[in-house]
C-alpha cells in the first residue's frame, strides 16, 4: 500500500540526511521563504505593516498601536520589522520586503524553542515533530508570509513554555518566565501578562528532567557553565547570576522607563479595553477551528485521553493550554490570526501525544494527510482552471468581478513549476522510510506543497486582488490632492486603509488627521444609487478597484462634504 512499504530496512546514508534533520530545516526554510516578497496586501499584512512603518518614522511607540484593529497587539514585532525592513532599505530592496522577514524569524525562533524542549523528553525523533507540529497549523499557512503581530507573541510564548519546561532548577524558570513575561506585554500588552500568569505554575511546579542549567548557554562561555555530569544542587557560577541579574534589571528598568512615556500609557491603556471583550465561543470553534487545524485533533484527540492529566510531562502544559484559551477568549480580539497564539502549547501536547500513538492511529493520520492534500490541490486546480478557462462558472465570476483586468502571465511556465513540485511530493512520500515521524513528515510535506502550487498558480491573481497600491497611488497623483499635499483618513477607515495611505504618500506629501481632504473607500453594494449620486457632487479624486457585487470606489471628498457627515453619525 502507498503508507505501507515493504519490511523495514535500513535506509541508506542520503536518505538518511534527506528525511532526517537535514531535509526537514530544508522544507521548513523553503516554507518559510517562498512567497514572502510582494507588495503589501489588503488585511493582516497591511495592518501590522502599519505600525512598523511608522517605528521606522522615528515613533519608537507608534500612536497606531491604539487604532481598534491592533488592539491589544504591542510594539515587540514592529521594532524588529523595522530593523530589518531598514536593513533591506539599505541594500537597495523594498522595505516592506525586508520588514516582511520578521514574521519567518519569529516562526524559526518558536521552532526551535519547542524542538528543543521536547528534545529533553522524546530525543531527536521528538524534536523533529515538534518542529513540524510548530508550523502545521493551517493558520500560519496562511499568515507566516505576511506582517502579523502574533508571530512575536506566540515566539514569546515559546519561550515561556521552553523556560518553565527545559530548566531544572526552579531559580532557572522564574528567571525563564519573567522574561518570557516581558516579551509577552511587548507583543502583546496586558493581556500577554495574563497569559503568562497561567504559566506561573508551571515555574514552581518539579523538574521533570534532569540537565544543567539552560541559561548558562545563553550567558556563559563554555568554561565558565557547568559541566554536563555536575549535580544537579551544584551552585550556579558569578558570571551566570551576574547576567541573569543584569537581563532582570535590564527588563524592569525598560518598563519603568517606558511607562512614564505618555505614548505608551495610552497604548497600555488601549490594550485594557480588550478586557471587556464577550467572550464568543462560536468564533473559537468557526475561526480557531481551521486556524490551528489539525493540531487540536491531535492534542484532543478521544483515543486515551487521560494522557492528558495522567502523564506528567502533559498535564501541567495541558492545564496551562485551558487557561490560555480562556484567556484568548476574554482578552483578545476575536480573528483568525488571534488564535494562533495558541499554536506553541498546542503543538507541545499534539508532539507529546502524537509520539505516544499506535502504529494504527500514525496510520490513520498518514492517510488522512493524503486524502485532505487531494482535496486542497483540487481547489487550487479549480482556481487556475476559473481564471484560465472560466470553469466553473461562478468561481470565474467571482474571479472577474474581484480583478477585472486580471491576466495569467507565463502559464506554461507557472503549469511547470507546480508539475514538478507534484512530482517531488509524491517522490518523497513514497521514499519516506518507516520512522517515528512519519505521520508528521507527511503533513510537512504536504503543507510545503500546497504552498508551492499556491504560489506557483495563483499568487499573481492574490496579489492584483489584495494589492492597493494602485489604487491609492492615483488618489496621490491627482492635480487637487498633489497641490494640497495631505490626506486625512474618513471615518471607520481600517488600520490597513491608512497604512496604504502612509506607505505610498509621497515624499512632500503626508497623512494629518486635520488635513482639508479626506480619503474614503466605499462598497458600492452598500450603499444606494441615489447615496453614491450625492458623494459625486463631492468628490475631488478616485480611483475604483473591482467591479459588480466587489466594486470599490475610492474617494477624496473636501472635509465639509455632506454626505461626510452623515457617514460619520452611523
Known amino acids: 500500500m502507498f503508507f505501507d512499504p515493504p519490511p523495514y530496512r535500513e535506509p541508506a546514508l542520503w536518505v538518511r540526511h534527506l528525511f532526517g534533520t537535514a531535509g526537514i530545516v530544508l522544507l521548513i526554510t523553503v516554507y518559510l521563504l517562498l512567497g514572502q516578497f510582494h507588495a503589501p496586501w489588503l488585511g493582516e499584512d497591511l495592518r501590522h505593516f502599519l505600525p512598523t512603518w511608522m517605528v521606522f518614522q522615528g515613533q519608537i511607540v507608534p500612536a497606531s498601536l491604539s487604532h481598534p484593529d491592533l488592539t491589544p497587539w504591542g510594539p515587540l514585532y514592529a521594532w524588529s520589522a523595522a530593523i530589518l525592513g531598514s536593513v533591506a532599505q539599505a541594500l537597495g530592496l523594498p522595505f516592506h520586503d525586508g520588514s516582511r522577514l520578521a514574521t519567518p524569524l519569529w516562526l524559526a525562533l518558536q521552532t526551535g524553542l519547542l524542538a528543543n524542549a521536547v528534545k529533553r523528553l522524546q530525543g531527536k525523533s521528538g524534536a523533529i515533530v515538534a518542529a513540524i507540529a510548530a508550523l502545521s497549523p493551517l493558520g500560519w499557512l496562511v499568515f507566516a508570509h505576511v506582517h502579523t503581530s502574533v508571530a512575536a507573541a506566540s515566539a514569546s510564548v515559546a519561550v515561556l513554555l521552553w523556560a518553565t519546561t527545559v530548566c531544572a532548577p526552579r531559580r532557572d524558570r522564574l528567571t525563564g518566565w519573567t522574561v518570557g513575561t516581558l516579551l509577552l506585554f511587548w507583543s502583546s500588552g496586558l493581556p500577554g501578562v495574563v497569559l503568562a500568569l497561567g504559566a506561573l505554575p508551571l515555574a514552581y511546579s518539579r523538574g521533570t528532567t534532569e540537565q544543567r542549567e539552560a541559561w548558562t548557554f545563553l550567558f ?34 525598560t518598563v519603568g522607563i517606558f511607562l512614564w512615556n505618555p505614548s505608551v500609557q495610552a497604548w497600555a491603556r488601549t490594550t485594557l479595553q480588550s478586557f471587556s471583550t464577550t467572550p464568543e465561543f462560536e468564533g473559537l470553534f468557526s475561526r480557531g477551528g481551521w486556524t490551528l487545524w489539525p493540531l487540536w485533533l491531535v492534542a484532543f484527540w478521544p483515543i486515551r485521553c487521560y494522557e492528558l492529566w495522567r502523564v506528567p510531562e502533559i498535564r501541567p502544559v495541558f492545564l496551562w493550554l485551558l487557561w490560555m484559551i480562556a484567556v484568548t477568549l476574554t482578552c483578545f480580539p476575536v480573528g483568525e490570526s488571534t488564535f494562533l497564539v495558541l499554536s506553541p502549547p498546542l503543538a507541545y501536547v499534539a508532539t507529546l501525544r502524537l509520539l505516544r500513538f499506535g502504529p494504527s492511529t500514525t496510520a490513520a493520520f498518514a492517510w488522512f494527510t493524503l486524502a485532505m492534500t487531494v482535496v486542497l490541490v483540487v481547489l487550487v486546480a479549480a482556481m487556475l482552471s476559473a481564471q484560465l478557462f472560466s470553469w466553473p462558472p461562478g468561481l470565474a465570476r467571482h474571479i472577474a468581478r474581484a480583478t477585472p483586468e486580471f491576466a495569467l502571465d507565463a502559464a506554461p511556465m507557472r503549469l511547470a513549476t507546480a508539475a514538478f513540485g507534484l512530482l517531488l511530493w509524491a517522490v518523497l512520500v513514497w521514499r519516506l522510510p518507516r520512522q517515528a515521524v512519519r505521520a508528521a513528515a507527511h503533513w510537512l510535506l504536504s503543507v510545503v506543497l500546497l504552498w508551492w502550487l499556491t504560489v506557483s498558480l495563483l499568487y499573481p491573481w492574490l496579489d492584483a486582488a489584495r494589492n492597493l497600491v494602485p489604487a491609492v497611488r492615483t488618489l496621490w497623483h491627482n492635480p487637487v490632492v498633489a497641490a494640497h499635499r495631505c490626506l486625512a483618513p474618513g471615518p471607520r477607515m481600517g488600520a490597513d486603509l491608512v497604512a496604504a495611505l502612509q506607505y505610498t504618500a509621497p515624499p512632500t506629501a503626508t497623512v494629518a488627521p486635520d488635513c482639508p481632504l479626506v480619503a474614503l473607500r466605499l462598497r458600492v453594494r452598500e450603499h444606494t444609487p441615489q447615496a453614491l449620486a450625492e458623494w459625486r457632487r463631492w468628490v475631488l479624486a478616485d480611483a475604483t478597484r473591482g467591479r459588480g457585487k466587489l466594486a470599490e470606489w475610492w474617494v477624496v471628498v473636501p472635509r465639509g462634504a455632506t454626505p461626510l457627515a452623515t457617514l460619520s453619525d452611523q
Open 220 to 253: 556563559a562561555p563554555p568554561d565558565a557553565a557547568p559541566s554536563h555530569t555536575a549535580p544537579r544542587s551544584a551552585p550556579l557560577g558569578a558570571l551566570f547570576r551576574f547576567w541573569t541579574g543584569a537581563a532582570l534589571l535590564a527588563g524592569i528598568a
